[in-house]
């Protein structure tokens, strides 16, 4: 079955430090991975995405995630945290058959000034 | 205007009462999708529709129902609340690539509460 593990379900850094949030799937077929942000009171907002091509994407306000087949990962990172990025990240794989998100638990970023 | 809405966007509602969310969305899409957020257990789905002659359970349908009224159209109903029902619900629609689904859009989320 598909599914992926957020570790950490409160990440707290410093404004302009380095975000790391850590996101592992288990997929049976080459998965698609998404990062979706949700900022207080709205709904999710497509962060970035992992189809096929280049491991490495790139997404909107400055963050990227590397696709790491070999270690079943998708980490999402951004070198300096600001404080807008406050916000409840998901990672998310589609399943097999290719009709359904799975989403992880959710990661809730906070940046201290 | 955004492309999914959905309404309303508080209930309070009572336990035992017939409620319904409903959702619209202007992207054009086929398929869209019903889920609720609670805290620490992410998004669940709930229904799944591809167009509107098809309608899927997701992962945890029991107590819920669905109503395809036309491409656009996608509601959700409780047919007798409960307080376990108290969640935040998402709507979204996506994208297909090839048969695989695709980026999916969201709605600004119902937020329920059953008493």
């Known amino acids: 079955a598909q599914s992926v593990t957020q570790l950490g379900s409160h990440v707290s850094v410093s404004e302009g430090a380095l975000v790391l949030l850590r996101c592992n799937y288990s997929?049976?077929?080459?998965?698609?991975l998404f990062w979706y942000v949700q900022y207080p009171n709205q709904g999710l907002q497509l962060l970035l995405k992992?189809?096929?091509?280049?491991?490495l994407v790139k997404g909107i306000n400055g963050f990227e995630a590397e696709f790491k087949k070999s270690e079943t990962s998708f980490h999402l990172t951004k070198p300096s945290a600001h404080m807008s990025d406050a916000a409840e990240y998901f990672c998310?794989?589609?399943?097999?058959?290719?009709?359904?998100?799975?989403f992880g638990t959710g990661t809730s970023l906070t940046v201290i000034p | 205007d955004a492309d999914v809405t959905q309404t309303p966007r508080n209930r309070i509602t009572k336990t035992g009462k017939r409620i319904m969310l409903e959702c619209s969305q202007t992207k054009g899409h086929d398929r869209m999708y019903w889920y609720r957020q609670d805290p620490g257990l992410g998004l669940r789905l709930i229904y799944y529709?591809?167009?509107?002659?098809?309608?899927n359970k997701g992962e945890i349908s029991d107590g819920y129902s669905v109503s395809r009224q036309a491409q656009a159209k996608f509601s959700l109903s409780l047919e007798s609340a409960i307080p376990n029902q108290t969640a935040l619900y998402f709507c979204a629609t996506s994208e297909v690539a090839g048969r695989r689904t695709d980026t999916q859009y969201f709605g600004p989320g119902t937020r329920l509460t059953v008493l």
């Open positions: 997929s049976s077929v080459p998965p698609y």
């Open positions: 529709s591809f167009d509107v002659k098809d309608i």
């Open positions: 992992y189809t096929t091509g280049a491991t």
């Open positions: 998310a794989v589609i399943s097999n058959t290719g009709n359904q998100f799975y």
